[in-house]
């Protein structure tokens, strides 16, 4: 059993081995999509194979769409070339449930995969004839949060960016730079509407990617690069739209046991690849059953019928409150929790942690007595239930191999929606005090002690790739295990950047106390595990 066209054909073989094969004819879909595409979606990597692209094969699947998805990768071009084409774009996803049992589903949506490379001719032609397309009616990304972002942590322009500015649209290098200009040889045939969805996990993500293309625009407006209806084009909605999503399914990295029980049932040549770039990745997703995808319907040119596979379209406001809802409360902060500490303490598996009786005291703290009493309750779906099946269910799952180091990725640019967002909300309250927090503190605390690379047993770790390691390292430079303080003036211009925290933590009056917390954490050798026990 090969993971291809050919090998599909005999599908007695697979079915008999309990794999849920695609019900359409996926020559037809592809002649279909390359003629007049719908979808386009950048960023090619595990949660776009586990959850985006299986919606469409259920509605291909059903009848209701004849058209599959383009997919392009705008950052890790290996994924094509080690993992898409290898396997005629075909993926198999392995869903993992809480009592051990799997569902295997080979994924047959994705019709043709490209790279966001304007140096390979073929393929950056195939893309600006599918945008130029009167068709398209929706472009989607998961490029994670990072990827909306122009500037550094100085708020300077990145070079690529300032010499796609000063090149105009031709060939530009940044990914952003490169999605502008496609929008604008839309916009040049013919002003088509097209709808620009962002599903990453980040707040008013919309408007993050809004921001983004219209910087482009205007920038290259001032130029002379474009005409200035261009900017009129990307600021009408009824034109392109930025409409703002909540996407929630955890798709850890690929599992080894998982690849062992696809070779067990006879799949060959499904290795699981680590690429230059760092990204883990096979030609299987491993993923959990739970999915939430709420979209804000806003689509000029028209969209799937993705209502029809569970996906809420709903007003702006609505997909605010749960986004903020979960982003903000009910998943993500926890997460961002087991990540720090599972590294100090060792943690190699997140459901391992929901073991811990401190680390589950800690995240239930954190979404249940911190986080619930400023969330608004979206309407369409419960906090306390999803907090809930999230800790009794979601992260205790000892088949979904989810692991803090995973997790730990980024963390500078997660703290401010993380966690930010709520202190915020405690700032506006009448009722609640900033400076009351206990358990949000001492996770900001728990990841600056992360930022000393070594773990509660003083033994030294790789930290997570972050944009802002170097930057971050040299805050924290000579500070060793065992030192006691005062860390107050060493750590002040962590503590009062905005940009990290979402506020200044001494004018929420917070930063006392993660200075004083971080003090405790770095006693020692056993300190991390001492400090949590005294609090929890």
Not at 99 to 107: A, C, H, L, R
Request: overall charge negative.
């Amino acid at each position: 059993m090969k993971l291809n066209d050919a090998d599909l054909k005999d599908r007695t073989v697979w079915e008999k081995s309990g794999y849920e094969l695609p019900q359409f004819n996926r020559n037809e879909v592809r002649e279909n999509t390359l003629k007049n595409p719908v979808w386009i979606h950048f960023g090619a990597g595990n949660i776009f194979r586990g959850f985006p692209a299986v919606l469409q094969q259920k509605l291909l699947n059903e009848g209701k769409s004849d058209k599959g998805i383009i997919v392009c990768e705008g950052y890790d071009y290996e994924i094509i070339e080690r993992i898409y084409k290898p396997h005629d774009n075909l993926s198999i996803l392995v869903v993992l449930k809480p009592d051990g049992k799997m569902e295997k589903k080979v994924v047959a949506s994705v019709v043709e995969a490209l790279t966001a490379d304007t140096s390979q001719k073929e393929n950056w032609e195939a893309l600006v004839s599918f945008f130029k397309n009167p068709s398209l009616q929706m472009v989607s990304f998961t490029i994670t949060e990072k990827g909306y972002s122009l500037t550094n942590a100085k708020g300077d322009f990145y070079g690529d960016v300032s010499d796609d500015f000063n090149n105009g649209t031709n060939l530009p290098k940044s990914f952003m730079g490169k999605l502008a200009s496609l929008c604008y040889e839309r916009y040049k045939n013919g002003k088509h509407p097209v709808s620009l969805v962002s599903m990453d996990n980040c707040s008013h993500n919309g408007t993050k990617l809004y921001e983004a293309v219209v910087t482009f625009a205007r920038e290259w407006a001032k130029r002379g690069h474009v005409e200035n209806g261009f900017v009129e084009y990307i600021e009408n909605p009824e034109k392109v739209s930025f409409p703002w999503s909540m996407i929630d399914k955890i798709t850890p990295r690929p599992a080894l046991g998982v690849k062992e029980m696809l070779d067990k049932d006879g799949v060959e040549d499904i290795e699981i690849v680590t690429t230059s770039k760092n990204t883990y990745i096979a030609p299987f997703v491993n993923a959990e059953e739970p999915q939430y995808l709420v979209i804000e319907n806003l689509f000029p040119n028209g969209r799937p019928p993705l209502e029809d596979t569970g996906v809420i379209f709903t007003d702006r406001e609505t997909v605010d409150k749960v986004e903020k809802m979960k982003v903000c409360t009910c998943l993500n902060p926890l997460h961002t929790a087991l990540a720090v500490y599972g590294c100090l303490l060792g943690y190699k598996a997140i459901y391992e942690e929901m073991k811990d009786e401190q680390l589950k005291s800690l995240v239930e703290k954190i979404g249940y007595v911190e986080g619930l009493p400023v969330v608004i309750n979206p309407g369409i779906v419960d906090p306390e239930a999803f907090i809930k099946e999230v800790v009794e269910v979601r992260l205790p799952n000892p088949f979904v191999p989810d692991t803090p180091q995973r997790i730990a990725t980024d963390t500078s640019q997660k703290l401010a929606i993380r966690f930010g967002e709520t202190i915020k909300a405690y700032e506006r309250s009448n009722e609640l005090n900033a400076a009351d927090l206990k358990y949000i503190p001492l996770v900001f605390a728990g990841w600056i002690r992360y930022l000393l690379a070594v773990d509660d047993e003083e033994n030294p770790f790789t930290l997570s790739p972050d944009p802002l390691t170097d930057h971050l390292r040299q805050i924290v430079e000579g500070i060793k295990l065992g030192d006691s303080g005062p860390f107050d003036k060493k750590l002040e211009p962590l503590l009062k950047d905005e940009s990290i925290f979402g506020v200044n933590l001494y004018e929420v009056g917070l930063a006392d106390k993660v200075s004083g917390y971080f003090t405790e954490l770095v006693k020692g050798k056993g300190a991390v595990r001492a400090t949590l026990k005294k609090y929890l």
